[in-house]
């Protein structure tokens, strides 16, 4: 009786394993999740309080949780694959949403920062992402100028929650060159803007900080960064900017 059941069981494993192998290779969402259902359901009549059958039926209940997740958003079929940020831009910013919506949407997100462990600085900075490509996707006219608008705000908080700096580097990826000038210039730290405004080509901004503090130690070192990065009008600008601040 023993062996009898060592066999039937050895096979109901093999029959497991198939259904498994044909669900990683199944084209869609919908097959691959019935062939992994079916492959555990065989564990599972086997050996109901074997470790595999409930794992198995651990993995069946978050599968299941998936495919919930795809009906209730059947045009999120790049989820598995997106990075956390981009699933946030996509869940905040992907469709037109009425203000309950939004506030619904928000409250996901908040959801998510709270099960992910997610710093707070980093969250706020995938927030401030999802705003800066919202208005980048956006279609050219009133609307785009009032999400742009609504960026702007965050840069010029009295007390923001991201980094200028990070909101420069942000704004740059969404094609925003003059905000992420303006966000940038915010910093404080002279030895950490400048560099970033030349890396962003905004030469007579950059010029402009490099002669805000010529006693810095680093001055000197930025005058020959931007001569040796910039094109050959930024002598112009260099030398009306010691000109200047004489």
Not at 129 to 149: I, L, M, T
Not at 175 to 198: D, F, H, S, T, W
């Amino acid at each position: 009786a023993k062996r009898e059941f060592q066999i039937n069981l050895s096979r109901d494993y093999t029959q497991a394993r198939l259904f498994l192998e044909k669900g990683f290779q199944a084209p869609t969402m919908r097959d691959r999740q019935e062939r992994f259902k079916a492959g555990g359901d065989c564990l599972v009549q086997s050996n109901k309080d074997g470790f595999y059958s409930q794992l198995v039926g651990e993995l069946q209940e978050i599968n299941q949780g998936q495919v919930d997740y795809f009906k209730k958003h059947p045009n999120m079929g790049k989820t598995m694959s997106m990075s956390l940020a981009d699933f946030f831009t996509q869940r905040m910013t992907g469709d037109k949403m009425s203000d309950s919506q939004t506030k619904e949407v928000f409250q996901e997100i908040k959801t998510l920062r709270t099960t992910f462990n997610l710093p707070l600085p980093s969250y706020w900075a995938i927030v401030f992402r999802a705003y800066a490509q919202d208005a980048k996707r956006a279609p050219e006219g009133s609307e785009k100028e009032k999400k742009w608008q609504k960026v702007q705000a965050l840069i010029t908080e009295k007390n923001p929650s991201v980094p200028y700096l990070t909101m420069g580097e942000l704004c740059l990826e969404a094609g925003n060159k003059q905000l992420a000038v303006v966000a940038i210039r915010k910093e404080k730290k002279y030895e950490l803007k400048v560099p970033m405004l030349i890396d962003a080509e905004a030469w007579q901004e950059a010029t402009e900080e490099i002669f805000s503090n010529r006693k810095h130690e680093d001055h000197e070192s930025f005058v020959h960064m931007i001569r040796e990065k910039g094109p050959a009008f930024v002598e112009d600008f260099i030398r009306t900017e010691s000109a200047r601040r004489k």
